[in-house]
Structures are given as structure tokens and as C-alpha cells.
């Protein structure tokens, strides 16, 4: 097969309900250059024989089959088998608009000595609701001084200025394959993360669509288990020595302000996890998380703007892991929890 402009990576495990809408819309691509590589992480619900019946079918299809580990395993064994001179990724379970393609292709530099990531926004789409989603930062193109801007805050902002999802993006696959390097497989939060950072930080240009909402993000219940995870705080450590790692190793000036902002605001999510807890030991867990040590001492240290109410109350409760405000906090998040389970 001749090299393809676009190498379309589409990850395959476990999905059989939604993987036809996936392949479909992207097979109907307008633009019909295209590869496709699906990419079947060890799928035992015939999800994986799916996807040889349409490569029988399709001669742009190709499929590995490949032992289970996980998402970043598998898009990443799927991009070091692409030709094109672009890669665009998408989850088996999400779906693309039929023009995407073609719409994005509109906004290449023409210069293959570029390297670059052109961004669409995209739609979350729930059962009974559709929610657009566009980047923080102005539509446009991003290069020299205007880019060299957005990369001192990448990271660490209440709103990062450019979405860091790999999906929804045409990423000049030599850009990626360049910061393989870096991934870290033990990262389960912030995994998109992990390759978007330091390729953001390699690109001579990023180029973000206006409107574009071209890539559909399915959501089947809530993203965010409700659930106590104990492993979700050694995550959060890792990706912050892993990001950190990436940015000075790329030269960021103020690469530690940056982490240092973006581990406080993933502590939000921890705080929020741990107050889900059924326990009467609640106050003691969440001193022992936050009173001392490494995670109060960035918290001290590193102050954060915070706009919405919800989180003021959190940060407060970071802030001051006494036990009249821990309990508080809690039933604030019983109460929101019963609130959004009784919606759906």
C-alpha cells in the first residue's frame, strides 16, 4: 500500500456495542486517502473479529491484534505501524464527523519541513445531553513568539489553553514517534498528557479550528468513579515527576511553577475522592494526605486562582484539614453525589 496522507489510529478493546459507529464514520471519511489502524488491545467480546471482517472488506485497513496493555500500549504500538504523513487518533467507543478529515487538511502549512498539531474542539456526548467543548484560547495558528507564550502555562491553569486529549488532533506522526521516548506505562491519569506535552513543546506550529466540532466524545456514565481509589495520589506523584522530567528536558524556563500549580489542582481530585469514603475515619485519612509532608508542603507554597465555588470549598478544606471543615466538605459531596445519581 502507498503511503497515505492521514493515518487514522483507532483503539479497539471491549467496545463491540459502539465500535461499528466508529469504523463507519471513519471509512466514509470525505477525504478517502486514508489508512486505518485498528488497534485491538487483546478484546475478547468480538470487538477483535470486527475489525478483521472490515479490513477483509476495506484494503486501507489494517489490523494488530495485541496482547491486553491498555490505552497508551495500544495507540502507541499503533502509531510506530502508521505510514502517513499525519496521524489522527480516535477511542473505538467515541466517533468522528464524515468531513473531518477533510475539513483539517485545510489547515496544513503545506511545508513538509514543518512539524505540526492541528486541532479541532469536539462534543461530549451523554445520553440525554450534548455539551460542546472548544479550546481556552483563541482560534488560530501558534508559531515563534505566540506559541513560545502558550508553553509557560501549558500546564498548572484552572483551564489549560489547549486541550491535551491526542484525540481530535492531525499530529505530524514523525512528532510523535520523535517523543515516544517519554511515555511512561505506569501513568493512568493524565495519560494524553504524557505525549501532547512534549509535543506541543516540539511543534514549529499549532493551528486551532474555529468551531470544528468534528470529534464526538462519548461519555457512559460518569468519567469520574465516585468510588475511593488509593492509587489515585501515587498517580498524580508520578505525573508530576514525569511531566516535570519532560519540561526541563525541553528546555521550559519556568517548567517547576508550572508543576508545581498543576499538582495542586489534581489534589482537587484526590480531595474529592478520599471525602467519598465511608468510614468514620475520615478526618484522619484526609489529615494524613494533606497536614503534612510533600502535599501540604506544595499546597503552602503554591497558591492557585480558583473560580469556581465548588473547588473554593475544596481548596479551603486542602487548605485546612481540620475535622469541623473535613466534615462539612463531606456531607457537601454525599449530598452532591445523591443529587447527580437521582439525575440519572
Known sequence: MANREVSVIITVYNIREYLVDCIESVINQTYKDIEIILVDDGASDGSEKLCDEYAAKDERIRVIHKKNGG??????????????????????????????????????????GIRE????????????????????IAPGVYEKEKLSEIRTRLLGEENRPIIMSRCMKLITRELILDNLQYLNFDIRMGEDVNIMLPCILDADRVTIVKGGYFYHYRTVGDSMAHGYDKRLLENIKLDYHVFLDIMEKKGVANAKQQMDREYVRLLFVVMKNVLRIDTPKITGIVRSIFAEGEVADVIRRTPVTVSEKSNKLVYFGMKHPNALVILILRMIIKSFDRVTAGAH
Not at 498539531?117 to 481556552?136: G, Q
Request: proline share 3%; no cysteine.
Open 117 to 136: 498539531i492541528i486541532s479541532s474542539n469536539y462534543i461530549i456526548e451523554k445520553k440525554n445531553e450534548k455539551r460542546k467543548v472548544a479550546h481556552p
Open 71 to 112: 490505552l497508551m500500549s495500544a495507540w502507541s504500538e499503533g502509531i510506530k505501524a502508521a505510514t502517513g504523513r499525519y496521524a489522527l487518533f480516535v477511542d473505538g467507543d467515541d466517533w468522528v464527523d464524515t468531513d473531518m478529515v477533510e475539513k483539517l487538511l485545510k489547515y496544513v502549512s503545506g511545508d513538509p
